[in-house]
């Protein structure tokens, strides 16, 4: 026993002067980022290139210098040894000593693989796999892992310590924010992440499987490896709400990546933000993709020919175009097949034409008026006044005529300019044009709403349909576009003499001019390629991470699919947690129109979150509505068992409070954070306000937190008090998902609160009256 623990002590020791030795070689690595900004500050910045190379110096800097400090917390967590005594340490970053050899290797590298692949059964090559513990730079523990007990020293084997680290880590108290897990990634998890850029990766598996994890690793691990690619196009992560967002927002940050954009649904269409929500029956129309050809009609309705000929009148002269030539002009303008506002130009230019036309004829008849009464032959010869019209007469007339009111007023009544906000609205303003435009069997009456609603997030799609339909007015842009690009040749070239000049492409901190070029060449106002990508409707993104995919409607999927042209995807989620009522039922439903069957699937089978007692009674639910699926399996048991307790909502802050302090104290100190331990109340959607009042403090990182079960989706607490899972099942078709997502958000406690009727799937759970 003394043996052991002297070995331990040993091992500690060891393993602390090699962790101190690379925190010194990460200070130094700061060290070198401070004092090459200080320089770049300093620079000369009397002509434009010096004013690119020092913008271009500073920022990448800066951003080296915040990727070092990212990663103070846990730097290095792991060590392998292989068969010839070789050890490799692995960490958040990469690290090199002066002589440029590797010291300590980034996670993502191919060389760290094996740290996260290997089995007893198929170790690769390892002996042993070790997990170091940190608290700031200190090493507390050390977890072993040997795979070939014979390929060891005596010494070693001693040195066998601890229990899994998987393990330690899945018991900590939650702190209300999403934290990485590159110490412990598992196998099929590491399947997931190193998984190509090329296609369409489905990532299936129950709650808990680790699938927001590994998904977020994964968009770590893309950028590393393709950063060329991706630093310039970005990766977006859209998830189901803006609380699941702030949820993960700190799992990239801390694996050094803070470029990636994060947006639900709701915000993906620049200068609308979705703050109302629909009912679930309009959601289900909106989310239909039948809804695209609604949209298409709409406009088209806004493409108009009078009922009779047009008449225009202006000056006392009444201008009038015949009606078969105003649907003829449609006609042609159509033809173009350029987007509405586009096409416009050219149906107002001969729409105009027209009308000038139509005054020349109108002219002439008031003159044939006057003639009547003057008797001289030659002014008597018939009058053409259209026929002499040339086409620089129809240019100056038809200018003219633009700038009349009354002119423009008829123009627009005829084909107007507009915006997607103005044509989304009034289409679901008017039950006329809906009931009109609407294919049969789409419930358009649940469409129906006052004009300048607030914008939902099934709204977005539409938005985003009619802003291709409508296309923008871009001659502006293409024409500075133009500019741009000859400019470019200039910032490249600019850009590869700075990488030449100063060293820093050795430093491995970027490898491509064209990449510093895109950043620094537009407006010099250091805008990165997420700022840019955020307010840009049409940025083609390098890739696109869809977590809690199964939520998405058929219209959010085609808004979704035009932000990645090349198809490059990672699609996450649970069939079973389809909480949504225009949500996916099949994951070939929703791809098969993009990808026509080229998507592959990695499943996720082991629950990491929620112990086995507690999957007991969501197995029940599941069992109830989706008999044909697989509950995933809990690594963990023997947490307390759930319960269910008859109760009066209005005394919930007694109950909460037990469970904090069940939670509260031990949670914290394991997590070795202060404040860890969160309880989550989750309630049907129309009680939600009624238990919110009972605990003011209701933000993510409180101690309490109520939520409607849409917004705990993703999300994960401590202990969790279900209130009302019978208001659950039955608020909408998809009650069983629901619930099913209610009972699965606990990692150690689950306690069901009714006031007097519990539903039959959950009769597993023990009745306690009081708690
Ligand atoms: N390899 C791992 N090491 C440590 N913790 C892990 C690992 N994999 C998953 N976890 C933890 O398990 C929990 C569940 O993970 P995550 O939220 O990614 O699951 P999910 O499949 O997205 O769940 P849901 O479908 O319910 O949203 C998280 O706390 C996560 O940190």
Same mark, same amino acid.
């Given at each position: 026993m003394a043996n052991r623990q002297d070995g331990f002590a040993q091992a500690l020791d060891s393993e602390q002067r090699a962790v101190s030795w690379l925190y010194g070689r990460l200070d130094a690595a700061r060290q070198r980022a401070e004092e090459a900004l200080r320089t770049a500050y300093g620079r000369e910045t009397g002509t434009r290139q010096a004013m690119v190379e020092r913008e271009a110096m500073a920022s990448e800097q800066a951003r080296r210098l915040a990727q070092l400090n990212a990663v103070e917390r846990g730097l290095c967590f792991g060590r392998i040894d292989d068969g010839s005594g070789q050890s490799t340490y692995i960490g958040r970053i990469g690290l090199r000593d002066e002589e440029h050899e590797s010291v300590l290797i980034d996670w993502r590298a191919p060389a760290a693989r094996p740290f996260y @692949?290997?089995?007893?059964?198929?170790?690769?090559?390892?002996v042993r796999r070790r997990h170091l513990h940190l608290k700031d730079r200190t090493v507390v523990g050390i977890d072993d892992e040997v795979f070939d007990l014979d390929g060891m020293s005596d010494g070693d084997r001693r040195t066998l310590v601890g229990e899994a680290a998987l393990l330690a880590a899945l018991r900590r108290g939650r702190t209300g924010r999403m934290g990485d897990v590159v110490a412990t990634i598992q196998t099929e998890q590491d399947r997931v992440i190193r998984s190509s850029l090329q296609g369409a990766l489905v990532v299936q598996g129950g709650p808990g499987t680790g699938k927001t994890v590994a998904a977020l690793h994964r968009a770590a691990y893309l950028l590393y490896t393709h950063r060329d690619t991706l630093e310039r196009r970005g990766v977006l992560v859209v998830g189901p709400n803006p609380m699941f967002l702030r949820y993960i927002s700190q799992v990239l940050p801390a694996l050094g990546e803070t470029q990636v954009v994060m947006a639900t649904v709701g915000e993906m269409f620049p200068g609308v933000r979705a703050r109302a929500a629909d009912s679930p029956a309009a959601a289900v129309a909106k989310g239909d993709p039948r809804m695209a050809e609604v949209v298409a009609r709409a406009l088209e309705l806004r493409q108009a020919v009078p009922g009779a000929d047009l008449v225009v009148e202006l000056d006392g002269l009444r201008l009038r175009v015949p009606y078969e030539v105003c649907a003829r002009l449609r006609e042609r303008a159509r033809a173009v097949r350029l987007p509405h506002n586009m096409a416009r130009k050219l149906y107002v230019s001969e729409l105009l034409k027209e009308l000038a036309r139509a005054e020349a004829r109108a002219l002439e008849e008031s003159l044939h008026i006057e003639e009547l009464e003057v008797d001289d032959p030659e002014l008597s010869e018939p009058l053409d006044l259209e026929a002499d019209l040339d086409e620089i007469d129809l240019e100056l007339a038809s200018r003219r005529l633009w700038g009349e009111p009354e002119i423009r007023r008829a123009v627009d009544g005829l084909w107007p300019e507009l915006t997607p906000q103005r044509l989304i609205d009034d289409l679901l303003a008017s039950a006329e044009t809906l009931r009109s435009v609407a294919p049969p069997g789409l419930a358009w009456q649940e469409l129906v709403r006052p004009p300048g609603s607030a914008w939902t997030p099934g709204d977005v799609p539409l938005l985003d349909e009619a802003a291709e339909l409508l296309g923008e007015e871009d001659s502006a842009r293409r024409l500075a576009a133009r500019e741009a690009e000859q400019e470019w040749a200039e910032h490249e070239r600019y850009a590869r003499e700075v990488l030449e000049s100063t060293g820093v492409a050795e430093q491995g901190i970027f490898e491509r001019a064209d990449v510093l070029a895109e950043r620094h060449a537009d407006d010099g106002s250091g805008l990165t390629t997420a700022d840019r990508a955020v307010a840009d409707r049409s940025w083609a993104y390098g890739h696109v991470i869809v977590d809690e995919a199964q939520e998405l409607s058929p219209m959010a999927w085609r808004m979704v699919m035009r932000r990645v042209p090349a198809k490059s995807l990672t699609v996450v989620g649970d069939?079973?947690?389809?909480?949504?009522?225009?949500?996916?039922?099949s994951w070939g439903e929703v791809l098969d129109p993009y990808l026509e069957g080229r998507w592959r699937v990695e499943r996720l089978l082991v629950?990491?979150?929620?112990?086995v007692e507690i999957m007991r009674v969501a197995a029940d639910v599941l069992r109830a509505f989706a008999p044909e699926q697989e509950p995933p399996e809990s690594v963990?048991?023997?947490g307390a068992e759930p319960r269910a307790v008859r109760h009066a909502v209005a005394d919930l802050p007694a109950l909460v409070k037990a469970e904090l302090a069940e939670i509260g104290p031990e949670a914290g100190a394991e997590a070795g954070e202060i404040g860890a331990g969160r309880v989550g109340v989750v309630t049907p959607d129309a009680r939600h306000a009624e238990v919110a009042r009972l605990f003011p403090?209701?933000?993510?990182?409180?101690?309490v937190v109520v939520l409607t079960v849409g917004q705990a989706k993703g999300l994960e607490f401590d202990a969790v008090v279900v209130v009302d899972a019978q208001g659950i099942l039955d608020q909408s078709p998809m009650g069983g998902q629901d619930l099913y997502v209610a009972v699965t958000r606990a990692t150690r406690r689950l306690t069901v609160v009714h006031e007097g009727g519990l539903p039959d @799937?959950?009769?597993r759970l023990a009745e306690k009256s009081t708690w």
């Open positions: @692949v290997a089995t007893a059964t198929d170790p690769g090559g390892l069939l079973a947690q389809t909480g949504s009522a225009a949500g996916a039922r629950n990491y979150r929620t112990p963990r048991s023997g403090e209701g933000d993510l990182e409180a101690p @799937v959950l009769s």
